[in-house]
């Protein structure tokens, strides 16, 4: 029981770092295609919560 829980837990955090890792691609493509050299740093907010 306790094996199905830690594999729901593990796909969910894969689900959400996924999630963070396109939203960040998308974001640079973006930057990419705006006209202008412009480089800036692309935020990724990473929250850590305590559980």
């Not at 689900?15 to 705006?34: G, K, N, P, S, T």
């Amino acid at each position: 029981m306790s094996g199905l829980l830690e594999r729901a837990k593990r796909s969910r955090k894969t689900q959400r770092l996924r999630q963070l890792l396109d939203r960040a691609i998308d974001r640079v493509r973006d930057a990419l295609v705006a006209p202008g050299p412009r480089l800036e740093p692309v935020p990724v907010r990473v929250k850590h919560r305590k559980g």
